[in-house]
């Protein structure tokens, strides 16, 4: 079965660059999240999006900026990156934001080194 | 979801008995529940789930029980199996909104042959 992909898994940058997170939910899902898992800390929600619009969001720095587009896809925009910022990232994505509670099914994740 | 830093609470079984996760809830509002499983460098995976009408729901080798009046929600695995070794987190949502979830504090379970 199809599963959440994210890209890069790997990304290592160095302070006060930028960062852009690519996110591809599973078919005929159309609600993707993000969160944000520091090192032994548990994930934490930054944003969400429901049919391309932002449905949630959660303790996501000014700094980040999200979007989705037509195809479902997500980018996850981070700039001015801190060294704080280094964590993984994980996009979940499920079914429908109005299917009355569901599981989320979350990617591999992308592990963000900042130097 | 709280911020624990680097010290997960620990669980240390044998391998074949049962094991019991524990989890407080602060959301009153939460009417959605989930418990996930996940394993080193990878993201998490869906073990169970269960709604804010029930008290318990199984699986196969797993029990999830909710009780509302101290916000507080297990997770049981039976005949623990060395790939059980992994952090479970507990996770709760509102089943009308935006539906984000909000995890609670990991726990590290490690299955000793």
């Known amino acids: 079965a199809a599963g959440v992909i994210q890209s890069p898994r790997h990304l290592i940058k160095e302070k006060r660059e930028t960062a852009t997170l690519k996110c591809y939910p599973i078919?005929?899902?159309?609600?993707v999240y993000w969160y944000q898992q520091g090192p032994g800390q548990d994930p934490q929600f930054l944003i969400s999006?429901?049919?391309?619009?932002?449905?949630d969001k959660g303790s996501i720095p000014d700094r980040f900026s999200a979007q989705q587009f037509s195809d479902y896809h997500s980018e996850l925009n981070m700039s001015s990156l801190e060294l704080g910022d280094s964590a993984l990232y994980f996009c979940?994505?499920?079914?429908?934001?109005?299917?009355?509670?569901?599981?989320?099914?979350f990617g591999p994740g992308t592990r963000l080194t900042v130097l | 979801g709280e911020s624990v830093g680097l010290h997960l609470p620990t669980l240390s079984v044998q391998e074949g008995d049962n094991s019991i996760i524990n989890c407080a809830y602060s959301n009153s509002a939460s009417d959605y529940f989930i418990w996930y499983k996940q394993e080193s460098g990878k993201g998490p995976q869906f073990i169970i789930d269960?709604?804010?009408?029930?008290d318990k729901r199984q699986g196969q080798r797993v029990t999830v029980l909710l009780n509302k009046t101290v916000k507080h929600l297990s997770l049981q695995i039976a005949a623990t199996q060395p790939g059980d070794s992994a952090v479970y987190f507990c996770?709760?949502?509102?089943?009308?909104?935006?539906?984000?979830?909000?995890f609670g504090q990991g726990t590290r379970l490690t299955i000793n042959p």
């Open positions: 269960i709604r804010s009408n029930m």
């Open positions: 999006f429901y049919e391309k619009m932002q449905s």
């Open positions: 996770a709760e949502s509102e089943i009308q909104g935006a539906q984000k979830l909000v």
């Open positions: 078919p005929r899902h159309d609600t």
């Open positions: 979940a994505s499920s079914p429908s934001l109005t299917s009355a509670g569901g599981e989320q099914f």
